[in-house]
């Protein structure tokens, strides 16, 4: 069952069907003020922070799983019957509604009662208030008396005291009317102020939750509804805020009016100004505008053209955009984590920062950055950190009353007992990435502290031996990789045990940082570097084989994991994927280990994470044994490392192989059968129920994951082969072999590559000839910034 389609020209997904399976979510907001909102306009509104700077309130897992949103209800005046735009809370026939999700908008409407309306959600580039631009046109064929009511439930800033600290929250903050501004005052606090008006002279407002809800009743009833009229106190210390105003219109037959609330950041002068500025729908129309180019041109960097439909659309639209929306909000904001668990875990982050430097190097070179600070001496990094407890102090101008106790920076500096193996690994290949992609070799010189401040502050590039050092020496009794507290897998916890997949991706990592050095002119260091990965790939080599696929690892006791013998995770994704991307083991072991996979963990959605899935508890495996079979870490099709499978198949040269994976997991691929799926089509999910679970196929956790950006990276540096390197671009693409080729726009250092593969004897993987602007290369060079060339590669 469809429940909605891409409009490709739009960039937009377009839902018919409002009730979705699940809730279907989108962001908007692109620089300080971010809203997370789903197909009914439930969701909330943030300011930088979603822990610290919460604007509107969300309620967590809860039934329904979007209250409450930012809602316009309409009122038929004559008879007194109201619904909203976005069909929830009110839940009037479910066909007269349509949701569109675009690039850091949401459009909402409905054709009710002859009234069409639209309701779009937008924040303005450069500007710190979200918009409800509506639109009201009378269908009926009679004039019409509508009343229209806004409402959002404020909150205070911080999320915690709001979720909990009642005997506080309920008597330090309160809200005031005049001048068409409802003001919200966050009393605690110097300078806490938000604000709501709306583009017209309003004939009502309420300030107070329960005055526009009733005691009883709710936003899907509220009494302020019924009576058709808001008859707010013009100012209210205390209780609940809310930010309700109402226009009663006439609207003749045929007439369209449009009209915008606002909701912004700041005190009623900022909300005067702030009105001014978009009180007239053109302003209103630019600034919409200016959004879509801010897309453009994130978009302009790579565009692709293949004949898988769905790949295109996801690689030049959604899958850029679900990778931007990780590297910036990191994963504390959705549905799912509703904001109280702000900061940036090491490895996501580090990760996320690799996937998008070509469209947005500046954050990813921020990310980078704030990764680098708060990497501890010894080589590891903060498994989760708040980036800003390594800048300067600010005032946040809330002073708890009752705690006075504020966290001292060292006690945020954990040892290495709750060090992960593998997360400050990732970072040092997203730094060797982002400068092949920017070619900003100065960067490796830069000087930056450790987290631990008594450290001396040292290069970039003296940060990545750190820590790389730091996996050389926390090897366990067979020299591969200790697992620590975790690795990649967040439920593998093998303490002084082995992580055979933190062995490749520490040889990744090697690999990359001896290529940087090199390219630096560090022949000592690189030759040093290169005797430590010859030697790692030894002991990998010679340990980590189970004859048919690669061990996952060895116990603390240094029981094998992942062996033929087990009964029970036999086989896991991450190390057979990663032992082939590490490279170096040969093609051989690679095949069989890919096929392994494939016979184990293959399933129509896509590769499960480990099978059989653990039903015995066993604490030296770790967490993943008290997870349910076939949900997250235990036999899921964990999404995240479906793309290493992706890339493995493609340094295998098995680029069939690499595209049918690539078409199970691809969100599009499921659009016709969300009723199995359920989650949003145009969002990779963190995972989908594995095979062991009756709810098989069903995808969770949407926007905030790893696979984001891991299915980008893949599918565009390995399927289709473009990727930057130190000194020139690579194309080198594994296809399905029945392609002809395909054709891609790639900016890179300023110039613009036109790029055509040519596939004449139908193979997938091997480059015969490149000819740029028509001449015969060995490689493709960097041209000057503005420059223009045409590259043609012909495999062979
Ligand atoms: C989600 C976590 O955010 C990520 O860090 C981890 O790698 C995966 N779960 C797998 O455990």
């Given at each position: ?79 007194g019957h109201y619904w909203t735009i976005s069909w929830q809370p009110t839940a009037k026939p479910v066909e007269c509604y349509k949701a569109r ?84 005052e966050l009393h605690y606090e110097e300078n806490g102020y938000q604000f709501f008006t709306a583009d017209f002279e309003p004939d009502g407002f ?591």
């Open positions: 069952m469809r429940y909605g389609y891409f409009d490709n020209e739009k960039h937009e997904y377009v839902i018919e069907k409002v009730d979705t399976p699940m809730s279907w979510t989108n962001y908007i907001g692109t620089e300080n003020m971010v809203g997370v909102f789903n197909q009914t306009a439930g969701g909330y509104l943030f300011y930088k922070s979603a822990e610290h700077h919460r604007i509107t309130r969300f309620r967590g897992n809860a039934v329904p799983a979007d209250r409450p949103g930012h809602y316009v209800y309409l009122r038929d005046d004559e008879t999700h675009g690039l850091s908008y949401s459009v909402y409407s409905c054709e009710y009662s002859g009234i069409y309306a639209e309701q779009t959600l937008f924040i303005p580039r450069g500007a710190d208030v979200e918009l409800w631009d509506v639109k009201i046109e009378n269908r009926s064929g009679r004039p019409r008396r509508i009343s229209v009511f806004s409402y959002a439930e404020l909150s205070w800033h911080q999320i915690d005291g709001d979720n909990k600290n009642f005997q506080c929250t309920l008597y330090c903050a309160g809200a005031s009317y005049s001048d068409g501004v409802i003001e919200q309420e300030i107070e939750r329960e005055r526009f809800t009733g005691v009883w009743q709710n936003e899907n009833n509220p009494e302020a509804l019924e009576k058709g009229e808001l008859e707010g106190r013009t100012s209210w210390q205390g209780g609940n805020q809310c930010a309700a105003l109402h226009k009663k219109l006439s609207i003749p037959e045929g007439k369209e009016i449009r009209l915008c609330f606002m909701l912004g950041e700041g005190n009623r002068k900022a909300a005067l100004a702030i009105r001014a500025k978009f009180a007239h729908a053109h302003a209103r129309d630019e600034a919409l505008a200016a959004l879509a180019a801010y897309w453009r041109e994130k978009q302009s960097h790579l565009r692709v053209n293949t004949p898988n439909a769905a790949m295109n659309n996801m690689l030049n639209t959604w899958t850029l955009y679900q990778s931007e929306i990780n590297v910036k909000f990191s994963r504390f904001a959705s549905f799912i984590e509703t904001g109280g668990r702000t900061g940036l875990g090491y490895r996501d982050t580090s990760q996320d920062a690799m996937c998008v430097v070509h469209s947005n190097p500046r954050k990813c070179r921020e990310r980078l950055i704030q990764l680098l600070k708060a990497l501890v001496s010894k080589g590891y990094g903060l498994h989760l950190f708040d980036p800003e407890l390594f800048e300067e102090k600010k005032e946040t101008g809330y002073k708890n009353p009752t705690i006075g106790v504020v966290p001292d920076k060292k006690s945020m500096i954990h040892g290495v007992e709750d060090a992960c193996s593998d997360d400050a690994l990732w970072l040092v290949s997203s730094i060797a990435e982002y400068i092949r992609e920017t070619g900003d070799a100065g960067f490796a010189k830069m000087v930056l502290p450790y987290a631990d401040a008594e450290a001396e502050p040292d290069s970039v590039y003296e940060h990545c031996k750190k820590i790389l050092n730091f996996s050389q020496r926390m090897t366990g009794s067979h020299g591969v990789c200790q697992g620590l507290r975790a690795d990649w897998n967040d439920c593998l916890n093998l303490g002084g045990g082995e992580s055979a997949m933190v062995s490749y991706l520490f040889l990744w990592a090697l690999d990359n940082f001896i290529k940087l050095a090199q390219f630096l002119g560090k022949t000592k260091d690189a030759d040093a570097y290169k005797a430590i990965h010859k030697k790692t790939a030894k002991v990998c080599h010679d340990t980590l084989w189970d004859g048919k696929w690669y061990l996952r690892g060895f116990t603390k006791t240094g029981r094998p994991i992942g062996t033929d013998a087990d009964a029970e995770g036999k086989v896991h994704l991450e190390s057979n994927t990663w032992a082939v991307i590490a490279g170096g083991d040969g093609p051989e072991r690679g095949m069989r280990a890919m096929d392994s996979v494939e016979e184990y963990l293959g399933t129509p959605y896509g590769l499960m994470l480990n099978a059989p899935a653990y039903t015995v508890i066993d604490d030296d495996v770790g967490f993943v044994t008290r997870v349910y079979p076939g949900l997250k870490e235990n036999g899921a099709i964990f999404s995240h490392p479906n793309p290493w499978a992706w890339i493995a198949e493609c340094i295998l040269g098995r680029g069939d192989r690499a595209m049918d994976l690539y078409n199970r997991l691809c969100p599009a691929s499921w659009n016709d059968k969300c009723e199995v799926r359920k989650a949003e089509p145009y969002s990779t999910c963190q995972f989908i129920t594995g095979k062991n679970h009756p709810a098989f196929g069903e995808a969770h956790h949407p926007f905030m994951t790893g696979s984001g950006g891991w299915s980008y990276f893949a599918a565009v540096q390995y399927i289709l082969g473009i990727r930057p390197d130190f000194d020139k671009l690579i194309v080198d693409p594994c296809i399905p072999a029945e392609w002809d080729g395909f054709n891609a726009v790639r900016c890179f250092r300023g110039g613009e590559y036109r790029i055509t593969v040519l596939n004449p004897k139908h193979i997938s993987k091997g480059v015969a000839e490149i000819l740029v602007n028509g001449k015969k290369c060995d490689i493709i060079p960097v041209i000057n910034k503005g420059q223009i060339c045409h590259v043609e590669v012909t495999l062979g």
